[in-house]
């Protein structure tokens, strides 16, 4: 079962020093203004009694104090004190929750926030902490859309800063006083011209008011995004909710470099993933204290791994794509669960992992053949592969249904690539998507109602990395496929099988890319 437990401590990974070379958006206004670098306030939505925001000047405070029955869903509620931006913005703060009554809503929140307009359903992203003291990145892309969550659960930070660079936008925290550091938490949205920076408070309860406190608040125009040299990938683990009432994205790793497919331990507590070659395992819910540590799988020998990784069926075995000092050239290879020696599956090279029949007998794979990608089954134990595609182009991403009685796959045979299926056999193979967009990686839910597909817009040729893509939920009965969450990823991001156990939640990664580090940062 997934779970994700309380955590109340520092985020456990290094904190990374991060500067802005730019000019202060509020510098021309003085202590005499009653808001401060901020030109006006407004309620959001319903919001009775009024809210308030005032500025002290001799401490440099901010206080905001509004009702405000939630900043969720499609409509807002809230106080907000703002000014009119463009551009590329940044805004940090020290951001407190007031104490609350023995009433007051857990989730009542203080917020750092980008808003296109000031209409209760207009699309923004915010940097949130609640009375709970969860902290969120939530956004919603388009007015009238559902709002979504990426989700902390690590305790309420100290200082957060709020950057927007070109369309891309990402949450950086401070929990004790170390330079502001990326946790993870970034997403795209595009803001249209002058739009809205500021501070905000909703109480979570309709009725009944709650206050913020906001101290060393800046508001800065940032320089034009640094050159692609200066800039540094990194690397979030993620877990989503598939329900679209519950649009809950919760982090559970990040960090400089790549990480790269994640799947589920059969019990549902663990996360096996790639980086640098080596395969990793950690928990699937935020530890005590922040992030979990990711630890190494025991691999014996075998170097040089990839995302092509997965459990049997009974949760003993883990197939995994990687070479060894014997055999040079990427193969298919199986290791104990809890690690150990590698036992040799495919003799071929360049043969990559895919998935596990549901009895556990057949493992699918994918090898280059004659200027083609191939799929081939071969039995768990090795011996003998089985050619299932044929003919030109690409056959990629094959994954069995959870009955055993279609494997799923794209290809681009009819030119686009699409979803297909075909038997075990790789018989009566069959389209299933028909849509503009290229679809890839489909992963069938263990229901066997929906498929999760990856699809890039509808321009992109190829699988690549690190562009815009969206994870969307194919109803296998009905063929009405959905959107689930927009990121930057792509190939890496989903390659194998990702759902989780009991069918509520995918694991993904995501990727970000960040100016290089200011060593002499210290906000």
Sequence with gaps: MYRKKKGTGLLALSALAFGFVGSSIGAAQTASNSLGIFENQSDVGSVAPPGTATFDAATGVYTVRSAGEDLWANVDGFHFVWKRVSGDVSLTGDVKVADGSATSHPHRKALLMFRQTLDSDALFAVAAIHGSEETALQFRRAKGEMMQTILFNIGAPQRMRLEKRGDTVTLFLSMHGEPLHQTGASMKIHFDGTFYAGLGMCARKKDTVEQATFTHVDLQSLNPPAAPAAMELYSTLHTIAVDPNVPMDFVIQTGKGQMEAPNWSRDGETLIFNRAGKLWSVPASEGEGGFSEARPIDIGNATDCTGSHGLSPDGKWLAMTCTTPNQPGRRVYIVPAMGGTPRLVTANPNSYFHSWSPDGRTILFTRPRQGTLSIYSIAADGGQETALTSGTGISDDPDYSSDGRWIYFNSDRAGRMQIWRMRPDGSQPEQVTFD?????????????????????????????????????????????????????????????PNWAPDGAHVAFVSYQFLPAEDEGSTQ
Aim: with cysteine; glycine share 10%.
């Design 436 to 496: 503009k967009r290229p679809n890839w990686t489909p992963h069938p839910a263990p229901d066997g109602k929906s498929i999760l597909i990856l699809s890039y817009d509808k321009d992109v040729m190829g699988h690549p990395a690190n562009t815009d893509v969206t994870l969307r939920i194919l109803n296998i009965s009905g063929g009405e496929i959905r959107d689930l969450v927009r990121i930057v990823g792509g190939v890496c991001s989903d390659n194998v």
